[in-house]
């Protein structure tokens, strides 16, 4: 068991892997019956002596925010203590970074909620659907 499944388990969270991706994805479920994925990479990424952790969830594809809002997401992404807005490939993405050195489940488990609900509140303005 990986430091990063037992933290999972810790935090009480249901989560599958997948080998080929070498993601972690955990359901987010909240109470108006929507539902968010949360992906972290099991590959690290290295900044100096650090090594940092990658938690995500997708808000929409690009193609589907119209081009009007791309300031606007820019300027909500300046706003967050936690996290931030990327395109990766063709998705929109919240994304958040963390050293895994001290991390625990409390802390790991807040970044989970933070990127679901950012990335579900995106999502609802761009769609009806519950797609992500």
């Known amino acids: 068991m990986t430091k990063l499944e037992k933290l999972l388990r ?5 989560y599958t ?3 080929d991706s070498e993601l972690y994805s955990i359901i987010m479920e909240f109470d108006d019956d929507r539902t968010q994925q949360v992906l972290i990479s099991n590959n690290l ?8 952790l990658h938690i995500y969830s997708q ?15 820019l300027k909500d992404s300046a706003t967050k203590s936690l996290g931030h807005w990327e395109v990766s490939g063709e ?19 807040t970044a989970i909620n933070v990127a679901a609900q ?10 009806d659907e519950d797609t992500f």
């Open 118 to 127: 950012e990335a579900d509140k995106m999502e609802a303005r761009f769609s």
């Open 10 to 14: 810790e935090a009480d969270l249901e």
């Open 59 to 73: 808000a929409a594809n690009i193609d589907d925010v119209p081009s009007k809002f791309y300031l606007k997401i």
């Open 91 to 109: 998705a929109l993405i919240y994304n958040i970074k963390l050293p895994v050195g001290n991390l625990n489940s409390e802390v790991l488990a």
């Open 17 to 19: 892997f997948d080998d």
């Open 45 to 52: 990424e290295e900044c100096g002596d650090l090594k940092i």
